[in-house]
C-alpha cells in the first residue's frame, strides 16, 4: 500500500505488527527465528509516524545476522556461549562475595577469570572479536544495501523530473 501511494490507516499496521509479535513469540527465546521475527516487528511501524523505523529495522536485522553468524562459529569452534560466561562469572561474582568482609567492595570478574579460569578466559575474548568481526561485517552488507538503494534511486535514466 506504501509503495502504491497509499497510507495504510494505523489500524491495520497494529494489526500487522500484533500479528507479527504473535509469531515471534511463538519462537524460542533468543533463537534466530526468534530475532529475525523482531527485525520483522521493527519493520511493521509507519515511516511516516515512526522516523526511527529504517534504522531500527537494519539495527535488527544486523544483529540477528551477526549473531547467527556467531552462533554458527561458537558451535565450529568450541567457543562458550554467552550464557555459559554469564553462569560462570556470576559464580565467580558469588564466591568473591562470600570471602570479603565489605560486601560492597568492588569484585573485578574478569580479572579473575583471566586469572584463574584461562581457557575460559580465552574462549570469551574469542567470542567477543568474533562478535565484533561479525557486526562490521554485517554493517558493510547494510550499508551495501542502502547504497544500493541511493544510486538506484538517482539514476538519470529514470528520472522524471
Request: glycine share 6%; proline share 4%.
Amino acid at each position: 500500500m506504501e509503495l502504491a501511494g497509499a497510507a495504510p490507516k494505523p489500524a491495520l499496521w497494529r494489526k500487522v505488527r500484533s500479528a507479527a509479535i504473535a509469531e515471534t513469540d511463538r519462537a524460542v527465546k533468543e533463537s534466530p527465528e526468534a530475532q529475525f521475527g523482531g527485525v520483522i516487528e521493527a519493520a511493521t511501524w509507519s515511516s511516516r509516524t515512526s522516523p526511527s523505523v529504517v534504522s531500527d529495522t537494519f539495527r535488527s536485522w544486523v544483529n540477528a545476522r551477526r549473531d547467527a553468524a556467531v552462533q554458527r562459529q561458537v558451535g565450529e569452534r568450541g567457543l562458550l556461549t554467552v550464557k555459559e560466561t554469564k553462569s560462570l562469572l556470576e559464580k565467580i561474582h558469588e564466591e568473591e562475595k562470600k570471602k570479603r568482609k565489605d560486601k560492597k567492595e568492588f569484585i573485578h570478574v574478569f580479572g579473575i577469570l583471566e586469572e584463574k579460569y584461562p581457557k575460559e578466559h580465552a574462549s570469551m575474548m574469542d567470542f567477543l572479536r568474533t562478535q565484533h568481526k561479525e557486526s562490521l561485517g554485517q554493517w558493510e552488507n547494510a550499508l551495501g544495501i542502502l547504497l544500493g538503494v541511493f544510486e538506484e534511486a538517482h539514476c538519470p535514466d529514470r528520472c522524471t523530473c
